[in-house]
């Protein structure tokens, strides 16, 4: 079983640390990810259907909305430092950012510079204290990870990302439904319906758009919901998972599980705001 | 001496929208927004981003307001929603007026104490009432909406707020909200944007900064005006929205003349005539009584419009706005002599003063709208 030594969220987003021996299923975040092997089993981050090694030699970088997975490599735990950083955070802090935080390759050469900063990261994770300095280090290590990530990598065009996405009314349109009726059992087929396209074409257009099916983009949403639940409320897993349109707390554990990685209850019992 | 105040919080880039919104409001800590657009725009795309961008378990109240609701309605209608939702946060997006009218919205709001001290803003300023967020999402018009200053609405205009206090707390510019626009829009947008920088920087107010955000917004408008009719690449509307908000934001330095003007016979027509068509005919005739005062300042607009040294500043504009698919007279959009005798009055006792180096009489209003009536 998967679990979780810390889990910090704040105004930067979230950041964790993991033994991870199960796989985590294809998802996605909103936030730029980022995945730094720091000792036991090795990893692989699969995205995109490209595997990445998460091993002592890099890091992985995963953008907004890039569906990915993780598995390990054997028997045994893979511990690792995860960061999910909010693009708008980035941005308030380093002016020449580009919004999206969209990183340029998926793996990041370790260097001294981000060896350094990950044990800094780790033992203030680990101690829960220094909050302003694990902020000041968290943006540091994105800093260097995000300019690493481009260094050989082809400028993207802004214009030719924006025009692709959120371009098809339909696409919209189904992403507000989602954000609208994400507590109750979305029928994909029917949200399909809904915009007027048949399922296959609908999930190829939203593919093509969002980068993620449509099943991905909801799981996140629910994923999104369910930890600011954990967090922020009171209310009991199983009401959580009803709350969510879970026919039981099992299958909502199965499912935060190999979404988030751990189960719902031992999140809430090691995050923590800062 | 000057008091120059530095503004407010402005995302601008394409596709912004979603993350843009939903960081403002979750660093707000604002989960219940009442959105005030018109019916076009609750059932377009536009709406559908928008709405999409919010944090989960936001209880957003939608404030549809009609073309023909007058401004006093809509402003009314604003605060019952408002204080109905128990809401903590205003959104407009879209029409340049119903982010107008949120603007002055706040004021009454932050009379009646409904935003609450927690996230409400508070801008340095001579105001100690709090005011309610507001984040405006301009769409093809910009943030180019008329000043309220028909008699309805003078109360308001006396505020104590100063201009740069009835920003928004921020304003998402995204030029993709922006492709498709019919040139007619553009066309009017445009025109709206290049009097406003105009008219910021041939203000008397001693302000080096917004001098500059004008000259800028003019160059970008000149630029582009006439492309942006014909071509919808996102580079040529992204420089369009550019000067538009420059227009917007170089307005700290006061109103001008040829706005006042607009919003005036808007309000004596009780109808919302384009203010772009009633800029594109005023101007010239501004330009035209400030000549002598400002010939020096009207040197910069000169050299950024390429006008031609036979001719006057005034006429130069006025060719420059020539062909622009919008109405030649106020005839044509529904001003008679009688709607210009009532604007002509309102424009001088009532609402704020121009920002013009002269301050036009009655006469003088009367005059410059008969020529192009």
């Known amino acids: 079983m998967s679990h979780a030594l810390s889990v910090c969220h704040g105004e930067f987003g979230r950041a964790a640390l993991y033994m991870l021996d199960r796989t985590i299923i294809t998802h996605a975040h909103r936030e730029g990810h980022l995945i730094f092997y720091l000792g036991g089993r090795d990893g692989r981050v699969i995205i995109n259907g490209f595997p990445y090694a998460c091993d002592g030699s890099h890091a992985i970088a995963v953008s907004p909305w890039e569906p990915h997975s993780f598995e390990t490599n054997g028997d045994g735990a893979c511990f690792c430092l995860v960061m999910y950083i909010k693009p708008m955070w980035f941005l308030e802090n380093n002016a020449s950012a580009e919004y999206a935080l969209n990183f340029g390759a998926p793996a990041v050469r370790i260097t001294p510079k981000i060896s350094d900063c990950i044990k800094r990261l780790t033992g203030l994770l680990m101690d829960d204290e220094s909050r302003d300095l694990f902020d000041t280090m968290l943006f540091e290590t994105t800093r260097i990870c995000f300019e690493h990530s481009w260094k050989n990598a082809r400028p993207l065009s802004p214009l030719q990302r924006a025009r692709c996405r959120f371009s098809d009314f339909r696409v919209r349109r189904s992403l507000r439904f989602m954000q609208e009726n994400l507590t109750y059992d979305v029928e994909m087929e029917c949200l399909a319906r809904q915009v007027g396209l048949s399922r296959a074409h609908f999930f190829k257009l939203f593919k093509r758009q969002m980068g993620v099916t449509p099943n991905i983009y909801l799981n996140t949403l629910r994923s999104e919901q369910a930890i600011d639940d954990l967090l922020t409320t009171p209310k009991t897993v199983t009401d959580i998972a009803y709350d969510l349109g879970f026919s039981s707390q099992a299958s909502f554990t199965r499912f935060f599980s190999s979404n988030v990685g751990i189960s719902p209850s031992e999140y809430r019992r090691v995050a923590h705001v800062s | ?373």
């Open chain 2, 1 to 373: 001496m000057a008091l120059i105040t530095y503004l407010t919080r402005v995302h601008f880039a394409d596709g912004i929208l979603e993350e843009a919104l939903r960081s403002e409001l979750e660093h707000h800590g604002r989960k219940r927004p009442v959105v005030i657009a018109d019916k076009g725009d609750f059932s377009s795309g536009f709406a559908d981003r928008l709405f999409a961008s919010f944090p989960i378990r936001t209880k957003a109240v939608q404030c549809e307001i009609p073309d023909s609701m007058s401004s006093r309605e809509a402003l009314s209608l604003i605060q019952k929603k408002y204080i109905g939702h128990r809401a903590d946060a205003l959104i407009a997006f879209g029409k340049g007026r119903l982010i107008g009218l949120a603007q002055f919205a706040r004021f009454p709001l932050a009379e009646l104490g409904s935003a609450d001290s927690k996230s409400a803003d508070t801008k340095p300023g001579r105001c100690k009432t709090k005011l309610p967020n507001l984040f405006a999402v301009p769409g093809i018009d910009g943030l180019t909406a008329a000043p309220i200053v028909s008699a309805d609405h003078s109360a308001l205009t006396n505020t104590r707020y100063s201009m740069s206090e009835r920003l928004p707390t921020a304003i998402i510019c995204d030029p993709t909200l922006t492709l498709g626009a019919d040139s007619k829009s553009s066309a009017s947008a445009g025109v709206n944007a290049i009097t406003r920088c105009i008219e910021a920087y041939l203000s008397n107010a001693y302000n080096p900064p917004a001098d500059g955000i004008a000259l800028d917004g003019l160059q970008r408008s000149a630029s582009n005006l006439h492309r942006v009719l014909n071509d919808d690449r996102l580079e040529v509307r992204r420089e369009m929205m550019a000067a538009s908000l420059n227009g917007a934001l170089a307005q700290q330095k006061g109103i001008g003349a040829s706005q006042a003007m607009g919003a005036a016979l808007s309000s004596a027509a009780r109808a919302e005539l384009d203010q772009g068509a009633l800029l594109r005919l005023f101007l010239p005739g501004v330009l035209r009584l400030n000549a002598v005062p400002l010939k020096d300042k009207y040197q910069p607009i000169r050299r950024i419009l390429g006008i031609k040294p036979r001719l006057s500043l005034a006429d130069g504009v006025r060719v420059f706005f020539d062909r622009l698919p919008l109405p030649a007279r106020l005839s044509e959009m529904g001003v008679t002599r009688k709607h210009i005798g009532r604007a002509s009055s309102m424009v001088v006792e009532h609402g704020e003063p121009p920002a013009s180096a002269t301050l036009p009489d009655r006469a003088d209003v009367a005059a410059i709208m008969h020529s192009v009536l």
